[in-house]
């Protein structure tokens, strides 16, 4: 898994409740990403970030939110508006964007899977 | 619509043998593929990395070919092991290289 650490490995939500999964990076990588992997699906990009102070919304990004104060971190946080957060979460990060391909290799960590109480 | 879809969904092989993974897909434009190895409860760890130019790349006991003009993709396990057990899922970068499509992954298992 590199230098890439998620925590909590495994994570329950209640009825209501935020929860908040956690992804911190010692690879100096520009780039963070959230996919969320659902059983028999192709994992699915959530939220990702080209630079600090900056996000975007990927395929389904509803019922998240994400912040990225530090070039290290990037936690995503699980909203009560997402109705079915049953799922394994997984962060990776790369080198950047653009400019050449090894830049782009992303790096997984080894997820959170989050429940439902 | 960019799909990767990956076939079979699952295989059983005994230890020792030798298989062949596919993967099809229709993402355009086209930049590059990758084949990600992920053991259960873990996170996907990159195999191999090929350009439209490339038709090959090894990385020791794991050989993957492309064939950009029919878009299709497979990986070669030589000699498997029991550690080769997990779920390898093949990756097509659409744009520059962040906007990736995951095909749905295969289930290898080996058996002693």
């Known amino acids: 898994d590199g230098g890439i650490t998620q925590s909590p490995k495994y994570l329950f939500r209640k009825e209501g409740q935020n929860v908040t999964l956690s992804c911190e990076q010692n690879l100096n990588h520009d780039a963070m990403y959230w996919y969320r992997q659902d059983p028999g699906q192709g994992l699915r990009l959530i939220y990702y970030s080209q630079i600090v102070n900056d996000f975007q919304k990927g395929d389904i990004a509803e019922g998240y939110s994400v912040s990225r104060e530090k070039k290290e971190s990037f936690p995503l946080t699980v909203t009560s508006a997402q109705k079915n957060p049953t799922a394994f979460y997984l962060c990776a990060s790369s080198m950047g964007v653009n400019g050449g391909l090894a830049k782009n290799i992303q790096y997984f960590g080894a997820g959170t899977r989050l429940s439902v109480l | 619509k960019n799909q990767v879809e990956q076939s079979p969904q699952s295989l059983i092989i005994l230890e020792g043998k030798n298989c062949t993974l596919q993967?099809?897909?229709?993402?355009?434009?086209?930049?590059?593929l990758r084949w990600y190895k992920q053991d259960t409860g873990r996170g996907p760890v990159s195999l191999t990395i090929?350009?439209?130019?490339?038709n090959t790349k090894s990385n020791g006991r794991y050989t993957a070919t492309l064939d950009a003009d029919t878009k299709q993709s497979s990986l070669h396990i030589t000699a498997s092991q029991l550690s080769d057990s997990a779920s390898y899922i093949c990756?097509?970068?659409?744009?520059?290289?962040?906007?990736?499509?995951f095909g749905a992954g295969t289930i290898l298992r080996v058996k002693s």
């Open positions: 090929m350009t439209f130019s490339e």
């Open positions: 990756v097509v970068s659409g744009e520059y290289g962040n906007k990736l499509v």
């Open positions: 993967c099809n897909y229709t993402v355009s434009p086209f930049s590059n």
